[in-house]
């Protein structure tokens, strides 16, 4: 059974910061590659943040120089670090797992962290 558990959302006023974590289980983590996407209410979910297998990450312009994406194979986890927060990142965020392997392709998803930025 794949799990996707992200942790780490809650409230936050503008400015501050949260490290969201996504643990893993039932999937060979190493060999994925790991997104974050984010979900407001009445729109469809967008991705934040993306980082390979071979740890190039990639930025939505909206969060670059303020999130880090970055992933630990020894503890099956993929983490967003979110600086400077606006009330605009505000969203359920999501964990993500990808990979294409023999002609398949793997997709998992978590169940969301609730991310709110208010003061």
């Known amino acids: 059974q794949v799990i996707l558990k992200e942790s780490g959302g809650g409230l936050v006023q503008p400015g501050g910061s949260l490290k969201l974590s996504c643990t893993t289980s039932g999937i060979d983590f190493s060999t994925f590659d790991m997104y974050w996407y984010r979900r407001t209410p009445g729109k469809q979910r967008d991705l934040v943040a993306v980082i390979t297998t071979t740890d190039t990450t990639n930025y939505v312009d909206s969060v670059k120089g303020r999130f880090t994406i970055a992933r630990d194979n020894a503890k099956n986890t993929v983490y967003l670090q979110m600086n400077s927060l606006k009330p605009e990142d505000t969203a359920i965020y999501y964990c993500?797992?990808?990979?294409?392997?023999?002609?398949?392709?793997?997709?998992?998803w978590g169940q969301g962290t609730q991310v709110t930025v208010s003061s």
């Open positions: 993500n797992a990808q990979k294409s392997a023999r002609q398949k392709w793997y997709d998992y």
